[in-house]
């Protein structure tokens, strides 16, 4: 952008995106397919909307992508305006937090794994992976208030490396949860609702800077978020095991 503009950054962005689709068509390669027959009756989607566990993920979703969003779509221009950076070195210290976090998500996903490999409980590995990631994702609330630009962009990339521990096995939980049976359907409710937060997060945060002149209130309000989301996991989402769908499959069969 520094030095080409926005425009050949959009072009680069949306061609460099498509650059999956080489190595996935030369080796994803198709797998075998299930028979139809041998899968498992799916539930409707009422029957998922109306798990307590469903409603958790959803609201735990929707508030994170809240927060994340608001870092994806507002940090460039607070580091600009607020810390005064400039555009190539809001370009080299902006990319610092997100590549914590995908350092982070690798090394967490890989050490959840393992520690459920060496006999730990599933449920308490993946929701203190989950809930401990989303609290100590709230540091990005100090970084709003500390003086210091270097503290601050110490205390950004901490709270991004905490997004790796929650982002490395939410979804683990919700097809654990979900099953065969229900996995698509929940992934599709619960991605809806984190990309629902993600529309909300850079206008409420639009609107708060232009009213209030400051970044304080939006980070505060990302932070109540984070709380709202680590909350939800741990009170509405249950044990992380395969949910029963027995009445769904018991009503099915009298239909039939």
Not at 98 to 127: E, M
Request: glycine share 10%; with cysteine; proline share 4%.
């Amino acid at each position: 952008m520094a030095y080409w503009g926005w425009r050949v950054l959009f072009i680069a962005a949306g061609a460099i995106g498509l650059l999956w689709l080489v190595p996935w068509y030369l080796w994803a390669g198709t797998g075998e397919r299930v028979p139809r027959e041998s899968s498992p009756p799916s539930p409707s989607f009422f029957h998922v909307l109306g798990r307590r566990d469903t409603f958790g993920t959803s609201l735990g979703m929707f508030c994170y992508g809240y927060a994340w969003y608001f870092l994806l779509s507002w940090l460039p221009y607070y580091l600009v305006v607020e810390r005064h950076f400039s555009v190539r070195a809001m370009a080299l210290f902006g990319a610092l937090p997100f590549c914590g976090s995908a350092l982070s998500a690798l090394v967490s996903g890989w050490a959840s794994d393992r520690l459920i490999a060496r006999g730990a409980s599933v449920t308490r590995v993946r929701k203190s992976f989950v809930v401990g990631g989303l609290l100590l994702c709230t540091l990005l609330l100090p970084a709003a208030m500390v003086r210091d630009t270097s503290f601050a962009l110490v205390l950004l990339t901490v709270a991004s490396l905490a997004v790796g521990l929650f982002s490395s096995n939410v979804w683990a939980i919700t097809q654990t949860l979900a099953g065969r049976a229900a996995a698509g359907k929940w992934t599709g409710v619960q991605n809806a609702a984190g990309n629902l937060g993600g529309v909300v997060s850079p206008l409420m945060t639009g609107l708060i800077v232009s009213r209030t002149h400051s970044f304080f209130l939006a980070f505060a309000c990302a932070a109540v978020a984070l709380l709202i989301a680590a909350g939800a996991y741990l009170f509405l989402v249950g044990e992380v095991a395969p949910l029963s769908w027995q009445r769904w499959e018991k009503s099915m069969a009298v239909i039939e």
